[in-house]
């Protein structure tokens, strides 16, 4: 695996996140989004190669569960073991923390997120009708969750 780092993200990354946000998602969150959940002391986490911001996290813990909201990885860069290096830094993080348990939502026809969840241990626990936008109307959601302890 490629020497990747791994570090916490600020407001100053913002640009480099909505470039890959708005690049690799059919819906982007908006700027505006992200700085709420700055402000509302939300876990953004991101993966740099040489500097270079490459995929991010975006994590409300709520207790002793933990949300993952948003996992994105450039399109550029995708496929190269980058969005299991996220998720396996946070399910690390998870376990350090005591956390019960990371949970998630993602939508029903995301082949790539949900083999990867499935392959990190995530089980489906529930299903979200007509959750997401889509081009023809709405998209269900599959609620996936990883126990920890
Ligand atoms: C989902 C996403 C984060 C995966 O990141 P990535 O860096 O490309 O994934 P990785 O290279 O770490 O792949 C990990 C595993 O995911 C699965 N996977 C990733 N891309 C895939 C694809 N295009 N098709 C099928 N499976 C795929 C595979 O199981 C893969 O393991 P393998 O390479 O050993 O077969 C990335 O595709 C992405 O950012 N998508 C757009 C945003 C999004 O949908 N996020 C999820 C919201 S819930």
């Not at 402000?39 to 490459?54: E, H, N, T």
């Not at 995929?55 to 299991?84: F, I, K």
Request: charged share 25%; glycine share 8%; proline share 5%.
């Amino acid at each position: 695996m490629p020497s990747w780092d791994w570090a916490a993200l600020a407001g100053e990354d913002l640009p480099e996140i909505l470039a890959i946000e708005e690049a690799a998602h059919p819906y982007p969150w908006s700027e505006a989004v992200f700085e709420d959940c700055l402000r509302a002391g939300y876990r953004l986490d991101g993966a740099f190669d040489r500097g270079q911001l490459i995929g991010y996290s975006v994590v409300m813990t709520v207790l002793d569960e933990w949300h993952l909201l948003n996992l994105c990885v450039d399109p550029a860069v995708q496929r190269r073991g980058a969005g299991r290096f996220l998720l396996e830094r946070l399910l690390e993080s998870a376990v350090a923390a005591e956390a019960s348990c990371l949970l998630l939502e993602v939508r029903a026809g995301n082949r790539a997120a949900i083999a990867l969840y499935e392959s990190a241990g995530f089980a489906d626990i529930g299903h979200r009708k007509a959750y997401y936008p889509a081009p023809n109307g709405r998209e269900d959601a599959r609620v996936m969750r990883r126990l920890l302890s």
